[in-house]
């Protein structure tokens, strides 16, 4: 079935799916429809990370940026209602 062109005129618009990634994490696909514009870039049919917000921490722990007491001290300090990291990569 064939999709219908992309009515400007419409009040709803689907901006794409979250999808699972082979690593556990979650990521939103964007429909090829959509573009966006972020910083000058414009992102058409891409992807948008979905991270813990713990994720970049612990990436910061392993390359050896922060030590152990800073990580547990860095999570620690992010608030309960922080659920996700929206996170796209700018090229």
């Known amino acids: 079935m064939e999709k219908k062109p992309f009515n400007k005129n419409r009040k709803y618009v689907n901006l794409g799916v979250i999808m699972s990634g082979k690593d556990g994490g979650s990521y939103i696909a964007i429909d090829s429809k959509v573009e966006l514009v972020i910083n000058g870039t414009k992102f058409t049919g891409k992807y948008i ?17 922060i030590t152990e007491q800073e990580y547990e001290d860095k999570v620690a300090k992010i608030p309960e209602f922080i659920k996700k990291d929206v996170v796209v990569a700018l090229e």
Not at 53 to 65: E, T, V, Y
């Open 49 to 65: 990370s979905l991270n813990s917000p713990a994720d970049k921490f612990a990436r910061m722990l392993q390359k050896g940026s």
